[in-house]
């Protein structure tokens, strides 16, 4: 067999698994959906109980969606790190550049209450976006400094263990930040750091 055969063939796979997963997300939860109300919904038709299409098309689906643009986007990530790098190991994790999102948050979200206004548990759009914001803001900055080191070293080595300082030095920063944070902030960031598609809508 050859060799892009056989990778047709594991992407081919992996498709209809991805397939399997979104369906079983869809009928599974809270709410359990028999497996044919959900097909009939999915295709277009309407099952027997107009609560199950408002939980399915108003809540499950975006939800599913969300994670499989949540997951990709990780893979992409991943991939462009190691492509730019030229090494398997390289991975957003390893050089600190999570690390640097996740400190960015954390200077939003843990410091609100010394300004007066918990950020993290304001309702509306603007909230959202300033968080995501934060995130993107510290993951450029790692990635600025890892870019600027790395055309000052010769190995790539040398640049994972410095990605990986990078990563210690954030953590530690992150736990001064959670030791003077207010209990409620520090909730609210410890909540943000699992991850979690409870609240997504498709507005």
Known sequence: MSILKRKKIIAAFLFLLLGLSFFFDIVLGSVRIPFSEALSVLTGSSSGNPVWNTIITEFRIPKAIT??????????????MQTFFRNPLADPFVLGISSGAS??????????????????????????????????????????????????????????????????IIGALESILKYFSSPENLQGYVIWGMGNFGNVIWK
Do not use: D, E, Q
């Not at 994670?67 to 990530?77: E, K, P, R, T």
């Not at 400190?103 to 968080?131: E, M, R």
């Open 103 to 168: 400190f960015g948050v954390a200077l939003v979200v843990l410091t609100a209450g010394s300004i007066g206004i918990n950020l993290f548990f304001l309702n509306g759009l603007l909230n959202k976006i300033g968080i995501t914001i934060a995130a993107g803001i510290g993951a450029a900055v790692i990635l600025l400094l890892i870019t600027f080191v790395s055309k000052k070293v010769s190995s790539n080595i040398t640049l994972l263990i410095f990605g990986l300082m990078l990563g210690y």
């Open 67 to 80: 994670a499989i643009l949540a997951g990709s986007a990780l893979s992409v990530s991943g991939l462009l």
